[in-house]
């Protein structure tokens, strides 16, 4: 099944025929918590004798030359790694193409995007070809290409798992939450501690994750960069209106992220150039790194030429040392809100909102928790509706750029669910529930 949806979609990098031979003395790990359970992982997990490019030629015949943590503890856990899927060139991308591997499409429609830069495993996963997957997340990487293909995924917080670091985060893709939890329940174990001492030996909370008390959560439907499409908008009233009958607390904290432009933190201008020097650019890469070749000056008479037309990216940058101060300014906030008036019954667990990503502007909505480590995941909820389309013919966002209209009728729309840093366990029971209760009302109709 996997080859063939990999033949319509072009979403693997390649097989991993060492699977076999792991099925040989699977025995010995019938006790594992994901004993016989094939899983994808992305490109660029270290995996025995195969190379993990990342889309890059010159990283071509660097096999690895052992597993990495994750993936040792996935096959002491019983699980099978089988095969490892597509990235885009670089990683850096919405995109998933690369000169090595080709272009992934979409599974729901092959005209369209998986996301990236974990669009193999979405698009491998949303087609029916994988039950659970691993990707990895440094501004969206896996709550965007999940959001894309109707699946669900979530970013743990960095370092909970071994191979994450700053900013960015390995975590699970799948087709429910249940299978989430399991996953960070398996990975979260002895042997991980053992084999990666760095990471903090905490297990997975299972009664935090099964606790079915009330939760408090606060939401915000603008976040003052990325105006959401009438979709999004309909989804996240959608969910807080479920959320609400159901017996959850739901308030608005007029919550605005006011993501400046942290692109400077995040791609330094030489970093494209050096890592793709000697080799062809990706077509889907090319328009994203041309910028930054050319000289400050082409640079400043561009930037006032297209600003008439995408006034969204014309955004200010902040200088590295106020970004320390913009963020613990941005934590100080949430903590306040979760813990006023010293009241215990006024905690709130998480925020909520919506996404369903057509352009550059929507990464404002994920990079921001990339930023702050907080762990957040996505969980489908909707699709694009012929209503939704009426609608967006007399919309504008906040810019009124002609971005604004590339949403397509049809496609999923999901909601992302964040909570603390370390809060996982929490996070993944507020993704449980919105799966729930979508679910229940799905079977009502």
């Known amino acids: 099944?996997?080859?063939?949806?990999?033949?319509?979609?072009?979403?693997?990098?390649?097989?991993?025929?060492?699977?076999?031979?792991?099925?040989?003395?699977?025995?010995?790990?019938?006790?594992?918590?994901?004993?016989?359970?094939?899983?994808?992982?992305?490109?660029?997990?270290?995996?025995?004798?195969?190379?993990?490019?990342?889309?890059?030629?010159?990283?071509?015949?660097?096999?690895?030359?052992?597993?990495?943590?994750?993936?040792?503890?996935?096959?002491?856990?019983?699980?099978?790694?089988?095969?490892?899927?597509?990235?885009?060139?670089?990683?850096?991308?919405?995109?998933?193409?690369?000169?090595?591997?080709?272009?992934?499409?979409?599974?729901?429609?092959?005209?369209?995007?998986?996301?990236?830069?974990?669009?193999?495993?979405?698009?491998?996963i949303g087609g029916g070809g994988s039950v659970l997957g691993m990707g990895s997340d440094i501004g969206g990487s896996i709550r965007i290409p999940s959001s894309f293909c109707g699946i669900c995924g979530f970013k743990p917080t960095a370092n909970r798992l071994s191979g994450s670091v700053m900013l960015s985060s390995f975590g699970p893709m799948a087709r429910d939450v249940d299978s989430l939890a399991l996953c960070m329940q398996a990975l979260l174990c002895d042997h991980m501690f053992r084999l990666d001492p760095t990471v903090p030996p905490i297990p997975f909370n299972q009664q935090v994750y099964q606790r079915s008390k009330p939760l408090r959560i606060g939401y915000y439907?603008?976040?003052?960069?990325?105006?959401?499409?009438?979709?999004m908008g309909r989804a996240l009233r959608e969910t807080k209106a479920l959320l609400e009958r159901a017996g959850h607390t739901v308030s608005n904290p007029q919550l605005q992220t006011n993501l400046l432009c942290l692109q400077k933190v995040f791609t330094p201008l030489d970093f494209?150039?050096?890592?793709?020097?000697?080799?062809?650019?990706?077509?889907?890469?090319?328009?994203?790194?041309?910028?930054?070749?050319?000289?400050?000056?082409?640079?400043?008479?561009?930037?006032?030429?297209?600003?008439?037309?995408?006034?969204?990216?014309?955004?200010?940058?902040?200088?590295?040392?106020?970004?320390?101060?913009?963020?613990?300014?941005?934590?100080?906030?949430?903590?306040?809100l979760m813990l006023y008036l010293a009241d215990t019954s006024m905690f709130v667990n998480g925020l909520i909102f919506s996404l369903q990503f057509p352009r550059v502007g929507a990464l404002s909505y994920t990079i921001i928790y990339n930023l702050?480590?907080?762990?957040?995941?996505?969980?489908?909820?909707?699709?694009?509706?012929?209503?939704?389309?009426?609608?967006?013919?007399?919309?504008?966002?906040?810019?009124?750029?002609?971005w604004d209209k590339l949403y397509t009728k049809g496609l999923p729309v999901a909601v992302q669910c964040v909570a603390l840093p370390w809060q996982d366990e929490l996070c993944l029971r507020f993704m449980r529930e919105v799966e729930r209760l979508f679910r229940e009302k799905k079977k009502k109709k």
């Open 272 to 336: 494209f150039h050096i890592l793709l020097k000697g080799g062809p650019v990706d077509p889907c890469l090319r328009v994203q790194i041309i910028p930054y070749g050319l000289p400050r000056t082409v640079k400043k008479i561009l930037s006032i030429l297209i600003k008439p037309i995408v006034s969204a990216l014309q955004v200010r940058s902040i200088q590295k040392g106020r970004l320390k101060l913009y963020l613990k300014s941005f934590v100080m906030y949430i903590r306040l």
């Open 372 to 402: 702050l480590n907080f762990p957040a995941g996505v969980v489908p909820v909707s699709t694009v509706t012929a209503e939704d389309e009426e609608e967006l013919r007399h919309y504008k966002g906040n810019y009124g750029d002609l």
């Open 221 to 231: 439907e603008n976040d003052g960069y990325a105006m959401p499409s009438p979709s």
């Open 1 to 124: 099944q996997t080859l063939e949806v990999n033949r319509r979609l072009n979403c693997c990098a390649e097989v991993l025929l060492e699977s076999w031979d792991q099925l040989e003395d699977i025995g010995s790990h019938k006790d594992g918590l994901l004993y016989g359970v094939p899983v994808s992982i992305k490109e660029n997990m270290g995996y025995k004798g195969h190379d993990s490019t990342c889309g890059v030629i010159s990283k071509l015949d660097l096999p690895a030359t052992g597993d990495s943590v994750l993936v040792e503890v996935l096959k002491r856990q019983g699980a099978i790694p089988f095969v490892k899927t597509n990235v885009p060139q670089s990683l850096l991308s919405y995109d998933c193409g690369n000169p090595i591997y080709g272009l992934t499409l979409n599974p729901l429609n092959p005209q369209k995007t998986p996301g990236g830069s974990s669009g193999g495993e979405g698009a491998l």
